[in-house]
């Protein structure tokens, strides 16, 4: 199964021939990613990377019966090109882009949630289901297939968690990059709601950041709802109130969004605390031998 | 981005809301021809004198004045020009004040909070406002959570007439000041809108005894993001406000935060930035710095991060680390090298690439004579900060 992406992915690039997009889609390719074309306005009926090239969504929909897209547009561009994803009917939306306006992504929110289509973004490292698809910037060589779900608010953390776990010998059933903006498609509760339904998955791996309460809205799902067990690190425990960690998302305000508040939350919730970065992996690794 | 109380009302009243009058000054004899001209304008014979800095809590660290004359204007301009203005939200050194306004000062009859953010729960713009004005909103949110009213905006249908009547109403306003504070409202809603606002807060706002709707007090934060389409607005971003440090590592593209900790830090990525001043807390040490080199870790960066981390005296030991995805740890190696190099440095300097090509970066960095720690685990980086710093 794993969840969002998978082989039966029809994968549609927005922003396909500029520099990222061309780069990235090698890369996705070169791993096995069901990758059926893509969107750049303008150059339609052309062929890039071998694949066709389509002035809009919707005709990429209706040629190649894509049901997954990743946009690689500039930021002034992006919403936009997220709500032409949604309104041509495709269901699963990732937005790589950096530095989309707060403003712009308010009603794109709304849209993308009355369409019924998951948005996971922007400004995060995509979706990579090992072993099927890799959609998104993520390097392919840390992954491995096993039963372990990761989520995370960042990049190349992400990347350090997975790659503790698969040097622990233990795979991923897919790994999804939530992003760190203040406005994100979604949340870590509705990916812990699908690694909750999602038979491939035994345990997960949720990696937090200070600023928000993501991850204290996380907390009461896993009390209430999360059978299988979940490890957490929350980055940012010596970071500053007031001051704005890089992500556009990571600050603590008015006292609240802390990493300690986080912690406490998710720990009486019986989340698996990890309070060393570099024990994630080994971690999860002694409770899994154990049960 | 954040910009000055003067640079937020003028930005204000562009839209309409009604703010107190007032002109900003750089020196005391600009501050007398401020107050001069109020005077003219308003007839105004009684002024205040507020530093201009980034930070709030001005009144409480001394930063804001009354003045009953044109020469008590010049005396007060002249003490609180050049003075190094401690708030509760600057650093302990404070910051230097480089301008003034000269307001009008309003005969006050009631105070109120009004403000305007993104409520992230939501995904929503939310209005914000209590009678409790004057007030950090944090203490009331704390204190009497019942005293805040909120009003969220659909983004399909906008601020409507009715949540602006029902914040005013909730507010106690009546009469002709009743249909002044619902202007306001709009207005500011607008403002926030049009300009991009990730902030904008009036506190207080105030019911005056002559019954105007007036922002005596106006703070705006800029979503930083957006400002590509407000040219006019990102001309107003003041570097003197800012850390020189952290100036100069934006000019380089290079995330930078000043800490007051001892391992210097440079990483490619914020969250695991984070997560390396975390493991360098763990390791004994205390982070001196938020450094995130982003996905372009050259030689160029490299430099520019090293000469930014050296020139904080506080930093004992420097700590690199890198997950290459895109970026490959050779080269990276490449990078640190020469920049090593190229800023003579001598303070103990631990290496620890990981991902893409991360051997070949290793070797590279063992084999170029550079004293130099290199790690591929990240624990292992983390020992050795913890024995550089007892060694």
């Known amino acids: 199964m794993a969840i969002l992406v998978d082989k039966n992915t029809r994968l549609v690039v927005q922003g396909f021939t500029g520099k990222e997009g061309s780069f990235h889609s090698e890369q996705m390719m070169e791993y ?37 897209s990743v946009i690689f547009v500039p930021p002034p561009f992006a919403a936009d090109a997220v709500l032409e994803a949604a309104e041509a009917g495709i269901k699963t939306i990732i937005c790589i882009t950096e530095g989309i306006p707060v403003r712009d992504m308010i009603p794109v929110y709304q849209y993308v949630k009355s369409k019924g289509a998951a948005l996971v973004g922007p400004n995060c490292p995509g979706v990579l289901t090992p072993g099927q698809a890799k959609v998104g910037i993520m390097p392919a ?3 491995s297939e096993g039963p372990v779900g990761v989520v995370s608010r960042s990049g190349t953390l992400t990347y350090e968690a997975v790659d503790q776990l698969t040097r622990q010998g233990l795979g991923q059933s897919t790994a999804v990059g939530i992003g760190g903006d203040p406005i994100i498609g979604s949340r870590f509760i509705d990916v812990l709601k699908l690694y909750q339904a999602d038979d491939e998955t035994e345990a997960v791996v949720m990696i937090g950041e200070i600023g928000g309460t ?62 060393n970065p570099a024990a994630i992996g080994e971690t999860v690794k002694s409770h899994l031998s154990v049960a | 981005m954040k910009v ?47 530093a201009q800095i980034h930070a709030g809590g001005r009144g409480k660290g001394g930063g804001v004045k009354l003045a009953k004359s044109f020469d008590d204007v010049r005396e007060k ?35 109120f909070y009004l403000g305007i953010t993104l409520d992230r729960g939501r995904n929503q713009t939310v209005i914000m406002a209590s009678t409790e004005g004057g007030v950090e909103i944090e203490t009331v949110a704390e204190e009497s959570p019942e005293l805040i009213l909120k009003e969220w905006v659909d983004p399909v249908i906008g601020l409507q007439g009715f949540q602006a009547r029902r914040l005013a109403f909730g507010l106690g306003f009546e009469g002709d000041a009743f249909k002044k504070a619902v202007r306001f ?34 703070k705006i934060n800029l979503d930083d993001n957006a400002l590509y389409r407000h040219k006019d607005l990102a001309q107003l971003r003041d570097v003197n406000e800012e850390d020189p440090l952290e100036v100069e590592a934006a000019e380089h593209h290079l995330n930078y935060v000043k800490l007051d900790g001892n391992v210097g830090c440079m990483v490619n990525g914020a969250g695991l930035a984070m997560a390396t001043m975390d493991i360098i807390k763990l390791a004994g040490g205390e982070p001196a710095n938020f450094l995130d080199v982003g996905g372009g870790a050259n030689p160029a960066t490299v430099e520019a991060g090293f000469r930014i981390i050296l020139k904080d005296p506080e930093v004992k030991a420097i700590l690199v680390n890198i997950f290459g995805g895109i970026v490959r740890c050779d080269r990276v190696a490449k990078g640190v090298v020469e920049a090593a190099g190229k800023v003579d440095m001598k303070l103990p300097l631990i290496v620890r690439l990981q991902g893409t090509n991360a051997e070949e970066g290793k070797a590279i960095l063992d084999e170029s004579g550079l004293e130099v720690q290199t790690a591929i685990l990240f624990q292992e980086a983390a020992d050795k900060v913890q024995s550089a710093l007892e060694g």
């Open chain 1, 32 to 68: 096995g990613t069901p990758l059926v074309g893509g969107v750049t306005p303008g150059k339609g009926g052309q062929s890039h990377l071998k694949r066709p090239v389509f002035d809009t969504v919707a005709d990429a929909v209706r040629e190649e019966g894509a049901n997954a």
């Open chain 1, 141 to 143: 060589m840390i992954f």
């Open chain 1, 214 to 275: 993501a991850e204290e809205e996380a907390a009461e799902y896993i009390r209430d709802h999360m059978s299988k067990p979940v490890f957490v690190f929350i980055a940012g425990q010596t970071a500053p109130p007031g001051r704005r960690m890089g992500h556009a998302g990571a600050i603590i305000s008015g006292g609240k969004g802390t990493a300690e508040d986080k912690f406490a939350a998710l720990e009486e919730a019986g989340a698996v605390i990890v309070k």
């Open chain 2, 4 to 50: 000055h109380e003067y640079q937020a009302k003028d930005i204000l009243a562009k839209y309409g809301v009604a703010v107190q009058r007032g002109v900003v000054a750089t020196t005391a004899d600009e501050a007398v021809r401020a107050a001069e001209s109020l005077n003219k304008e308003t007839g105004t014979d009684l002024f205040v004198v507020k």
């Open chain 2, 77 to 111: 301009a002249d003490a609180i020009l050049g003075m190094m203005l401690k708030t509760p939200q600057t650093g302990p050194e404070g910051q230097k004040v480089r301008s003034v306004l000269i307001a009008d000062a309003v005969d006050i009859a009631k105070e």
């Open chain 2, 185 to 218: 409202i709009l207005a500011l809603h607008r403002a926030y809108e049009e300009s991009d606002c990730s902030i904008a807060e009036i506190n207080p706002l105030t019911l005056t005894e002559q019954g105007d709707v007036l922002a005596i007090d106006a």
